[in-house]
């Protein structure tokens, strides 16, 4: 059965290398393969459809593509590589800036932002403002 986000992944490092070419004629496998960063036969077999690619190559052709990491992890079937990289970084030196993150960590980007404007403001009140000596 052929798997349908490797079949994309593939098609997007084709029109990437069409791009790359010029448009006419797509950049040669070895130019590709040394841009990416991985070996030409282990992109060659990829290519044409006869395996899928380690989690290393994935965040190798994300810089390639330009795309997010965890798109390309996804396309290529390691989504618990992809989940385990969205998760918030719990281990910031900064206790309140981790509590932060898990706060708001399933909110949607739009969500996020909106919270971002609201510490800004909030940090700029707060500086601004004498703190009472207790």
Same mark, same amino acid.
């Given at each position: 059965?052929? /798997?349908? /986000?490797?079949?994309?992944?593939?098609?997007?490092?084709?029109?990437?290398?069409?791009? $790359?070419?010029?448009?006419? *004629?797509?950049?040669? *496998?070895?130019?590709? %393969?040394? &841009?990416?960063?991985? %070996? *030409?036969?282990?992109?060659? !077999?990829?290519?044409?459809?006869?395996?899928? !690619?380690?989690? &290393?190559?994935?965040?190798?052709? %994300?810089?390639?593509?330009?795309?997010?990491?965890?798109?390309?992890? $996804?396309? @290529?079937?390691?989504?618990?590589?992809?989940?385990?990289?969205?998760?918030?970084?719990?281990?910031?030196?900064?206790? %309140?800036?981790?509590?932060? &993150?898990? @706060?708001? &960590?399933?909110?949607?980007?739009?969500?996020?932002? @909106?919270? !971002?404007?609201? !510490?800004?403001?909030?940090?700029?009140?707060?500086?601004?403002?004498? $703190?009472?000596?207790?």
């Amino acid at each position: 059965m052929m /798997n349908k /986000n490797l079949t994309k992944l593939r098609a997007l490092v084709e029109d990437k290398r069409l791009e $790359r070419g010029g448009g006419v *004629q797509p950049e040669s *496998q070895v130019d590709a %393969a040394r &841009a990416i960063g991985c %070996a *030409q036969p282990s992109l060659r !077999v990829f290519l044409k459809e006869n395996g899928g !690619v380690d989690v &290393a190559t994935c965040l190798r052709l %994300a810089r390639y593509l330009e795309l997010p990491r965890a798109t390309v992890l $996804r396309l @290529a079937g390691h989504d618990d590589i992809a989940n385990m990289l969205a998760e918030p970084d719990t281990g910031h030196p900064d206790p %309140a800036l981790s509590q932060i &993150a898990r @706060a708001i &960590a399933d909110l949607d980007d739009e969500q996020k932002t @909106a919270v !971002v404007s609201t !510490v800004r403001s909030l940090s700029k009140t707060l500086a601004v403002t004498p $703190r009472r000596k207790h």
